[in-house]
T-cell receptor
Framework: DAKTTQPPSMDCAEGRAANLPCNHSTISGNEYVYWYRQIHSQGPQYIIH???NNETNEMASLIITEDRKSSTLILPHATLRDTAVYYC?????????????FGKGTRLHILP | GAVVSQHPSWVICKSGTSVKIECRSL??????MFWYRQFPKQSLMLMAT?????????EQGVEKDKFLINHASLTLSTLTVTSAHPEDSSFYIC????????????FGAGSRLTVL
């Protein structure tokens, strides 16, 4: 079973910040939080990852709670091209053989 | 950054034939690759873990004789759907870790199989 739970869908107005929550209450100490998104009929695209500190890159920001049991992906200025299914995943940060079991993700609709 | 290439991106075949899908890590070596299948409006389902030089590990419910996986080199894994039937029509995606950047998994663009 997937180690994360996410709301099935969310709407966000174009130009506004999209905040996507994820619960991962059973995360272990060596597991990172990774976010991917999948645009229709494409392979998943890596967005960002973190262990315990908040992270930011050119695509998004990742806020991880102090107890690491939940996190939020923030797309600061959503555009129509951000419409996709977003997956939150926890996985070992060291073991390349550690497999990923995908949950159902959050389907984000950006509204014009 | 790490790139995973899949080929073909789409394929149509007749029922009863076999189809091979290739997954290549272009700029890194991958001792482990993962194969997923995705049906419309559903999430990715892990089929198997492909290990270079050894047998693949299949997830429960996935027929190993139906979905043959070969990982003959550190940059190539292949998935062969044998005796394909219409119910095998799906989107097949592979992925691998480059081993850098905190174990980020890179995914291929996917291969859409349609069995007539």
């Amino acid at each position: 079973d997937a180690k994360t739970t996410q709301p099935p869908s969310m709407d966000c107005a174009e130009g506004r910040a999209a905040n996507l929550p994820c619960n991962h209450s059973t995360i272990s100490g060596n597991e990172y939080v990774y976010w991917y998104r999948q645009i229709h009929s494409q392979g998943p695209q890596y967005i960002i990852h973190g262990l315990k500190n908040n992270e930011t890159n050119e695509m998004a920001s990742l806020i991880i709670t102090e107890d690491r049991k939940s996190s939020t992906l923030i797309l600061p200025h959503a555009t129509l091209r951000d419409t996709a299914v977003y997956y939150c995943i926890v996985r070992s940060g060291m073991n390349r053989d550690d497999k990923i079991i995908f949950g159902k993700g959050t389907r984000l609709h950006i509204l014009p | 950054g790490a790139v995973v290439s899949q080929h073909p991106s789409w394929v149509i075949c007749k029922s009863g034939t076999s189809v091979k899908i290739e997954c290549r890590s272009l700029d890194f070596q991958a001792t482990t690759m993962f194969w997923y299948r995705q049906f419309p409006k559903q999430s990715l389902m892990l089929m198997a873990t492909s290990n270079e030089g050894s047998k693949a590990t299949y997830e429960q419910g996935v027929e190993k004789d139906k979905f043959l996986i070969n990982h003959a080199s550190l940059t190539l894994s292949t998935l062969t759907v044998t005796s394909a039937h219409p119910e095998d029509s799906s989107f097949y995606i592979c992925s691998a870790s480059s081993g850098t950047g905190a174990n980020v998994l890179t995914f291929g663009a996917g291969s859409r199989l349609t069995v007539l």
